[in-house]
């Protein structure tokens, strides 16, 4: 699948199941995961205001987003972050180990 199938495919299957929770759109960049593997790594954007679901919520939209993509022919894996927008986005410190 090219890019923009993904990202269309991508953003009607989380707005069916994210947009309660004010799913808005997605980011998609692709890149190599840990093993040096092509992946998808992608962020789903909430409107400001917006609570985000519980992780049960969130693992089953990932798992309903890989089953969709792979049903498609995309065999990228699919990282997926989450940001509400006016919120800060979270960053790992280097811990210097």
């Given at each position: 699948?090219?890019?923009?199938?993904?990202?269309?495919?991508?953003?009607?299957?989380?707005?069916?199941?994210?947009?309660?929770?004010?799913?808005?759109h997605?980011?998609l960049?692709?890149?190599?995961?840990?093993?040096?593997?092509?992946?998808?790594?992608?962020?789903?954007?909430?409107?400001?205001?917006?609570?985000?679901?519980?992780?049960?919520?969130?693992?089953?939209?990932?798992?309903?987003?890989?089953?969709?993509?792979?049903?498609?022919?995309?065999?990228?894996?699919p990282?997926?972050?989450?940001?509400?927008?006016?919120?800060?986005?979270?960053?790992?410190?280097?811990?210097?180990?």
């Amino acid at each position: 699948m090219n890019l923009d199938d993904v990202k269309s495919l991508t953003e009607k299957t989380l707005a069916d199941l994210l947009g309660q929770y004010g799913f808005d759109h997605v980011d998609l960049v692709p890149g190599k995961d840990h093993d040096d593997e092509d992946a998808l790594f992608l962020t789903a954007n909430y409107r400001g205001g917006s609570t985000l679901p519980g992780g049960d919520v969130l693992v089953g939209a990932l798992t309903a987003l890989r089953t969709t993509l792979q049903k498609s022919g995309e065999s990228r894996f699919p990282y997926l972050t989450h940001h509400v927008e006016g919120e800060e986005e979270y960053e790992e410190e280097e811990t210097g180990e």
